[in-house]
Nanobody
C-alpha cells in the first residue's frame, strides 16, 4: 500500500514561487502515473499536472502551462510541483495523487487515481 504525505504550500504574493513535495512510502513511484490536482472553495477538483511512470510524458492544464513544472525523483521516491509566477487564481488546496499503470499514461480524471495525499493549502495574495 502506497502512502503519500505532502509538504510545501503556504502563503505567497502574486508573482512568487512555491514547491510542493509528495514523498511516497510503501511502493516505488516509478511504477505509478503521478499527478497534482487542486480544489478551490465551491469548485470541483481539477487536474493541474501529470507525469507518466517513466517520466517521458507530461501534461499540464492550460491555466498553468509555462508556469508550473511537475517532476519525479525516483531515488528519493518523491515527486514535485514547482509553481512559478503564481496568480491569485491559483489559490486552492493542492493534492498529489498516484495511479498504478503498466504503461506510460497521464490521466486527467481524478477518479483514475487511487492514492492521494492529504492536501495542502496554497494561497496567493494580490
Amino acid at each position: 500500500q502506497m502512502l503519500l504525505v505532502q509538504s510545501g504550500g503556504g502563503l505567497v504574493q502574486a508573482g512568487g514561487s512555491l514547491r510542493l513535495s509528495c514523498p511516497a512510502s510503501g511502493r516505488t513511484v516509478s511504477s505509478y502515473s503521478k499527478a497534482w490536482f487542486r480544489q478551490a472553495p465551491g469548485k470541483e477538483r481539477e487536474f493541474v499536472a501529470g507525469i507518466s511512470r517513466s517520466g517521458g510524458l507530461m501534461k499540464y492544464a492550460d491555466s498553468v502551462k509555462g508556469r508550473f513544472t511537475i517532476s519525479s525523483d525516483n531515488a528519493k521516491n518523491t515527486f514535485y510541483l514547482q509553481m512559478n509566477s503564481l496568480k491569485p487564481e491559483d489559490t486552492a488546496v493542492y493534492y498529489c495523487a498516484a495511479a498504478l499503470f503498466t504503461y506510460d499514461a497521464t490521466p486527467v480524471l481524478p477518479t483514475t487515481y487511487t492514492v492521494w495525499g492529504q492536501g495542502t493549502q496554497v494561497t496567493v495574495s494580490s
